[in-house]
């Protein structure tokens, strides 16, 4: 193998692992979940309620509610316990600087 193609293989594994590192707990990413049922960037375009300019307590205390099942509902209870409350203090922080 000569020099080159071993440094052209070594470039492109570099670049792959930077892909492969991206971070899946950065809000924007968890946010991406959210978007089927609350509209893209948090703004509902039906009955759902929209998330963006939420406060952050509201929006942190209001998944935490569904989390621990303290407020009722059909799926929000079952999409919350997978988050932790770190992603949800995130996602809170997200949604309230929305506009």
């Not at 193998?1 to 470039?11: F, H």
């Not at 952050?56 to 998944?63: G, R, V």
């Not at 509902?73 to 996602?91: C, F, P, Q, S």
């Amino acid at each position: 193998m000569s020099l080159r193609t071993l440094a052209s293989c070594t470039l492109a594994l570099m670049a792959l692992g930077g892909i492969a590192q991206a971070d899946e707990t950065a809000p924007a990413v968890l946010a991406t979940a959210c978007f089927a049922c609350h509209g893209m960037d948090g703004k509902s375009p039906g009955q759902i309620p929209s998330l963006t300019g939420k406060t952050k307590e509201a929006f942190s205390t209001a998944m935490k509610g569904f989390k621990t099942d303290q407020i009722p509902a059909t799926v929000m209870n079952r999409l919350a316990k997978g988050y932790t409350d770190a992603e949800i203090e995130a996602l809170a922080t997200f949604y309230a600087n929305l506009k």
